[in-house]
């Protein structure tokens, strides 16, 4: 069985965002930018699958700039077999993506197509969702564990305070979420070998995919600046304060 893996380069988790002077977006010059956290965890997930002899071949797919290569590259080092750039210079919204990662899907047949939750720059959560509507799959979104059994795969998914068990019929999409595993570190000699692993490029016509926004994105703007605090000299000072303040 094969496993397709999205990931898509977004701004570094450690990076603070800074939005644009005239509020139109985030200004993305001379910042690190990465893999997205949730789609390392899908990485993650799917080597393991391999290494234990679940699934036989991983591909990965991004959308996005010539850049995204490097974030195709790390995937391969973490074990990915090969990899495919749909390449765009434009912003492509979740719809898009899906419908591309679709003619992906017609293609390679995957058994398991597995995303991200979300994707830390723009926080939609839809794509993986979108994707099952798309191909008419089923979809075991927030996974913190799966287990394939057979023509099907079991899915513990995280729901507001607990865990929710759903056994899907193959081909499915799963979504990751935090808990699902820790991914691992790239070995340098891994990162080596990645370089030499095939990297196929595309365009979103090839799958006749128009990227044209639907959204259009009013403003940007930064949270608010937080408060000075306030020292206090002792617990009673403390004590004193937030019996004032009616919180204790
Ligand atoms: P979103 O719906 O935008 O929050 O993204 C959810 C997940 O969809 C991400 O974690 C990725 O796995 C996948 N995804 C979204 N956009 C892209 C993209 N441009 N390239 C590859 N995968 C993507």
Not at 214 to 220: A, F, G, P, S, Y
Request: glycine share 6%; net charge neutral.
């Amino acid at each position: 069985m094969k496993a397709l893996v999205c990931v898509k380069r977004v701004l570094d988790y450690n990076v603070t965002p800074r939005v644009k002077p005239d509020g139109s977006g985030v200004d993305l010059t001379n910042v690190k930018m990465s893999m997205n956290p949730f789609d390392e965890i899908a990485v993650e997930e799917a080597v393991r699958l391999k290494e234990k002899g679940v699934v036989t071949e991983i591909i990965a797919v991004s959308i996005g700039p010539d850049k995204a290569q490097e974030t195709l590259r790390t995937a391969l080092a973490m074990g990915v077999d090969r990899a495919i750039l749909v390449q765009t210079d434009d912003t492509v919204e979740p719809l898009a993506v899906a419908k591309i990662v679709k003619g992906v899907a017609d293609a390679e047949q995957p058994g398991l197509l597995i995303t991200g939750k979300q994707a830390i720059d723009d926080d939609s959560n839809q794509t993986g969702q979108m994707l099952a509507a798309l191909m008419n799959r089923p979809q075991g979104t927030f996974a913190n564990e799966l287990t394939v059994e057979g023509e099907h795969v079991v899915v513990k998914r995280e729901i507001d305070g607990g865990l929710e068990t759903v056994k899907l019929a193959l081909p499915a999409i799963i979504t990751t979420d935090l808990r699902l595993n820790e991914p691992r570190y790239a070995s340098l000699p891994n990162i080596m070998k990645a370089k030499k692993k095939p990297l196929e490029i595309k365009t979103p016509a090839d799958f006749g995919v128009d990227t044209q926004p639907r959204i259009k994105t009013l403003k940007v703007s930064e949270p608010p600046t937080r408060a000075a605090g306030v020292k206090v000299a002792d617990v009673d000072e403390l004590v004193a304060k937030l019996k004032a303040l009616g919180v204790a």
